[in-house]
């Protein structure tokens, strides 16, 4: 069993920073693709980010050239660097691990942008 744990969530201006970290449990996170995703109030879950195992990068058009995911695997964990954030950025985060035919998601950290 994999266990995901988001941090770095909370409140920020227009224009401002945040970084958000996710530290799995258990062997398998340096084999696995990881991937980070948000969800706004009334809308459905959405891509920001993923980065393979080999360290390839995908973004959302809405974010790229603002957000970067990086990962550490002697820290089994993955990151994801927010720049320039706006208020539609507002959301709540979630980690997410692939691998195969298996998907884990975390509990979710709040962004929260302000204008």
């Known amino acids: 069993q994999v266990q995901l744990v988001e941090s770095g969530g909370g409140l920020v201006q227009a224009g401002g920073s945040l970084r958000l970290s996710c530290a799995a449990s258990?062997?398998?996170?340096?084999?696995?693709?990881m991937g980070w995703y948000r969800q706004a109030p009334g809308k459905q879950r959405e891509l920001v980010a993923t980065i393979t195992s080999r360290g390839s990068t995908n973004y959302a058009d809405s974010v790229k050239g603002r957000f970067t995911i990086s990962r550490d695997n002697a820290k089994n964990t993955v990151y994801l660097q927010m720049n320039s954030l706006k208020p539609e950025d507002t959301a709540v985060y979630y980690c997410?691990?692939?691998?195969?035919?298996?998907?884990?998601w975390g509990q979710g950290t709040q962004v929260t942008v302000s204008s």
């Open positions: 258990g062997s398998i996170f340096r084999v696995s693709s």
């Open positions: 997410n691990l692939m691998l195969g035919m298996m998907q884990y």
